[in-house]
Nanobody, 120 residues
């Protein structure tokens, strides 16, 4: 069974930094896309940052220049370095992964989410 697990959310003051991690466990064939999304209370889930298999990254406009997405040495690990955090970054952050299973069926998995709270 494939699972995604996020960690290292928490409470930080405005201007501070946090680094989120996401680990995909289970048997898969490929990871074509990994991304971070967030959802604030009363708002829709939105893209924060994504990275595809060739290393190309994409960022939401509100986080460009402040957040950096990267993959670890193990291909199933992803990080989100968040700097210059603002109160409006407060949300539940979700990890997402898409690719192919060993039987070549596609998958689209979500983690359980980790809370990030930025105090003013």
């Amino acid at each position: 069974q494939v699972q995604l697990a996020e960690s290292w959310g928490g409470l930080v003051q405005s201007g501070g930094s946090l680094r989120l991690s996401c680990v995909l466990s289970g048997t898969i064939s490929t990871i074509n896309h990994m991304g971070w999304y967030r959802q604030a209370p009363g708002a829709q889930r939105e893209l924060v940052a994504s990275i595809i298999s060739d290393g190309t990254t994409n960022y939401g406009d509100s986080v460009k220049g402040r957040f950096t997405i990267s993959k670890g040495n193990a291909k199933n690990t992803m990080y989100l370095q968040m700097n210059s955090l603002k109160p409006e970054d407060t949300a539940v952050y979700y990890c997402n992964a898409r690719g192919l299973l060993v039987d070549l069926r596609s998958y689209d998995y979500w983690g359980q989410g980790t809370q990030v709270t930025v105090s003013s």
